[in-house]
């Protein structure tokens, strides 16, 4: 069964220091979306993306995040100086249609 | 603002009975619902949806209820199992957007 896979799976980084998380979708999908959740929290949105742009993002998304699709299979969330609030798991997932995937999630700590 | 909700933060059942964990919803323009589990460490996996037009679905094990008129969700699950242990959300979109919005999240504990 064709999944969502992300990597990698546990990043810690220091502040200020810029990530980019990986995702690959499922192969046939269109539509692209970032979630996080901070530990004991809901997931909360991020952004979703298609046909090669933003097509909505949430206040947290400010500019300090951007995302890509930089060739046909990876989509990437990056933190350009991260904080330690952004301390969080950071679901990717993607959609046909209306019912998306999520993936295992990357795990990052900032210190 | 929008929001998603749920009633009890943890719900502990013997193996074997029925679980009903319940969800409420503030945005009546939303026409769409979905439940999913997330196990530790792990991200959230689809269980089943519902839309709006409709007020009942029903999956293996599980059901899900849609009451439109006081905005409640609820997911029933048959004959529970240990398997089932994990937290479930609830989410729920409007069809102008594919943005999901989350509840909080209840703990399912299946008691042997």
């Known amino acids: 069964e064709p999944e969502v896979t992300q990597t990698p799976s546990h990043q810690v980084t220091q502040m200020g220091q810029e990530v980019i998380l990986r995702c690959v979708p499922i192969?046939?999908?269109?539509?692209f979306y970032w979630y996080r959740q901070i530990l004991g929290q809901k997931v909360e949105f991020l952004v979703s993306?298609?046909?090669?742009?933003?097509?909505?993002k949430s206040e947290i998304f400010d500019d300090q995040f951007s995302v890509e699709r930089p060739d046909g299979s990876n989509f990437t969330l990056k933190i350009r100086s991260t904080k330690l609030e952004d301390s969080a798991m950071y679901f990717c997932?993607?959609?046909?249609?209306?019912?998306?995937?999520f993936g295992p999630g990357t795990r990052l700590t900032v210190t | 603002g929008e929001s998603v909700g749920l009633h009890l933060p943890t719900l502990s059942v013997q193996e074997g009975d029925n679980s009903i964990i319940n969800c409420a919803y503030s945005?009546?323009?939303?026409?769409?619902f979905i439940w999913y589990k997330q196990e530790s460490g792990k991200g959230p996996q689809f269980i089943i949806d519902?839309?709006?037009?409709?007020d009942k679905r029903q999956g293996q094990r599980v059901t899900v209820l849609l009451n439109k008129t006081v905005k409640h969700l609820s997911l029933q699950i048959a004959a529970t199992q240990p398997g089932d242990s994990a937290v479930y959300f609830c989410?729920?979109?409007?069809?102008?957007?594919?943005?999901?919005?989350f509840g909080q999240g209840t703990t399912l504990q299946v008691k042997p």
């Open positions: 192969s046939n999908h269109l539509y």
């Open positions: 945005n009546s323009a939303s026409d769409y």
């Open positions: 989410a729920e979109k409007t069809s102008n957007t594919g943005k999901l919005i």
């Open positions: 519902i839309r709006s037009n409709m």
């Open positions: 997932a993607s959609s046909a249609k209306i019912e998306q995937y």
């Open positions: 993306f298609y046909n090669n742009e933003i097509s909505e």
